[in-house]
């Protein structure tokens, strides 16, 4: 199995077919191109481990400090349908990236992306891969290697980055526990997005329980915030931080 670079070569001409509410809403290659400089991400599959642990969140973390460096948008391509894309976005909190639905495979299949999956009962599916693409055109590809399982050594978001901006400094994301509904843990994320600093947001009641925030915080009230490793503090010292 090898796969094309397509770097120099025209984005397909693909109508996607997305769901917006309660109605359908085609989008055409062209609509998401044309004219604009775009990053663009396929993985195998929404809901599946490296994509959603790694792929999709990093990309999302990052989205700032891309179109501070000139991407007018990032869009995300998987081989599954609409429904279960919109679902994904509003689980991953992926409000920074497009999420586009290659439900039929044209779109990935187009650009020699698509692979057999059906040992894992998958089906068809993409291969894991990035790309710059300019008014259209494809700049450059980051193709995963050819090996046994599912590789992320290339198409990550950093590496996108080093190859647009080589000269900006990532800083590694802050963790944050929040709780829902905290206008403390809101106010703390939105000034982490103005800022464009990354974040790794932990939910009380659904990815740790009360009892858990308490032994790693040793408090039960939220915001708590962590930088590399290092306890500092409520939303005052985030704000106090960023002085």
């Known amino acids: ?8 070569a025209t984005i397909p001409s ?4 997305t769901r917006k509410g309660d109605d359908w809403l085609d989008i055409s290659s062209d609509s998401l191109f044309s004219g604009k400089n775009v990053v663009v991400f396929s993985l195998p599959g ?3 481990p490296t994509c ?28 599954n349908d609409s429904f279960v894309m919109n ?4 689980d991953q909190e ?21 692979v057999d999956k059906a040992d894992l009962g998958f089906g068809k599916r993409s291969w894991r891969y990035s790309m710059y693409v ?23 978001a950093d590496t996108m980055l080093r190859y647009l901006a080589p000269e900006v400094s990532v800083q590694e994301p802050m963790t944050i526990f929040t709780k829902p509904g905290c206008p403390y843990c809101e106010r703390a994320k939105a000034l982490l997005k103005e800022k464009c600093y990354p974040f790794e947001e932990v939910v009380v009641g659904k990815d740790i329980t009360l009892a858990g925030l308490k032994a790693i915080c040793g408090e039960e009230t939220a915001p ?8 500092l503090g409520t939303e005052e010292e985030l704000e106090r931080f960023f002085l």
């Open 1 to 8: 199995m090898t796969f094309e670079n397509k770097e120099g």
């Open 94 to 114: 992926a409000e920074n990236i497009t999420l586009i639905p290659d439900g039929n495979g044209e779109f990935t299949d187009q650009m020699g992306m698509l």
């Open 52 to 79: 959603s642990s790694s792929h999709l969140p990093r990309y999302n973390q990052l989205a700032g400090l891309f179109k501070e460096n000139g991407v007018d948008d990032i869009v995300c391509v998987s081989v």
């Open 224 to 231: 708590q915030i962590y930088k590399d490793g290092s306890y």
């Open 134 to 156: 300019s008014d259209g055109e494809i700049k450059k590809m980051f193709i995963e290697p050819v090996k046994e399982g599912d590789p992320f050594e290339v198409s990550d």
């Open 87 to 90: 679902a994904w976005q509003e």
């Open 14 to 17: 693909v109508t996607f077919r």
């Open 46 to 48: 929404a809901f599946t």
